[in-house]
T-cell receptor, first 109, second 113 residues
Framework: AQRVTQPEKLLSVFKGAPVELKCNYS??????LFWYVQYSRQRLQLLLR??SRESIKGFTADLNKGETSFHLKKPFAQEEDSAMYYC???????????FGKGTMLLVSP | NAGVTQTPKFRVLKTGQSMTLLCAQD?????MYWYRQDPGMGLRLIHY???????AKGEVPDGYNVSRLKKQNFLLGLESAAPSQTSVYFC????????????FGDGTRLSIL
């Protein structure tokens, strides 16, 4: 069965500190993974996806098939990065997504 | 281009009442989805649709019905609301072409008393 695990409910760091939001997945096929961000009481927005290998707002994520991970990283956290972050796995078939339970990132000044 | 629009934004219901949440998208997307978001549970898929006139069950479909009579609209119905359905409901849509992401609406905050 497909599964996405985000082990941390809350991650609290100081401004300027490095950030790593963990995501592990379970999937038998070739995975497609995404990170979505939700700022306070707003809609979910796509942050990045592994097939694009892009960097958005200073965040990067590398797919590690050996460790079945897709951790989100940023070298220097900013206060405006405070938000809920969801890792998501595209399921086979009709492109539904399986979401992790989310990690709240709090960046303090 | 409004994207994905959900109405209403907020609603309070009494147990046993019925209501319909409307999702409209103006991007000509084939796929549409309804999720619920609960603290500590992330987003869970309720129902989805791969085209006009088609619907399918997601992870947590019980207590909900959906309809996709028009391509641009996806309706979520609660026939007899229960307190356990208190949640924030998000609609999303996606094109069926390529590896494109889902686009989300602003959400509907629903409280069942």
């Amino acid at each position: 069965a497909q599964r996405v695990t985000q082990p941390e409910k809350l991650l609290s760091v100081f401004k300027g500190a490095p950030v790593e939001l963990k995501c592990n997945y379970s999937y038998s096929g070739s995975p497609e993974l995404f990170w979505y961000v939700q700022y306070s009481r707003q809609r979910l927005q796509l942050l990045l996806r592994h097939i694009s290998r892009e960097s958005i707002k200073g965040f990067t994520a590398d797919l590690n098939k050996g460790e079945t991970s897709f951790h989100l990283k940023k070298p220097f956290a900013q206060e405006e990065d405070s938000a809920m972050y969801y890792c998501a796995l595209r399921n086979s078939g009709y492109s539904t997504l399986t979401f992790g339970k989310g990690t709240m990132l709090l960046v303090s000044p | 281009n409004a994207g994905v629009t959900q109405t209403p934004k907020f609603r309070v219901l009494k147990t046993g009442q019925s209501m319909t949440l409307l999702c409209a998208q103006d991007m000509n997307h084939e796929y549409m989805y309804w999720y619920r978001q609960d603290p500590g549970m992330g987003l869970r898929l309720i129902h989805y649709s791969v085209g006009e006139g088609t619907t399918a069950k997601g992870e947590v479909p019980d207590g909900y019905n959906v309809s996709r009579l028009k391509k641009q609209n996806f309706l979520l119905g609660l026939e007899s609301a229960a307190p356990s359905q208190t949640s924030v409901y998000f609609c999303a849509s996606r094109t069926d072409r390529g590896n494109q992401p889902q686009h989300f609406g602003d959400g509907t905050r629903l409280s069942i008393l």
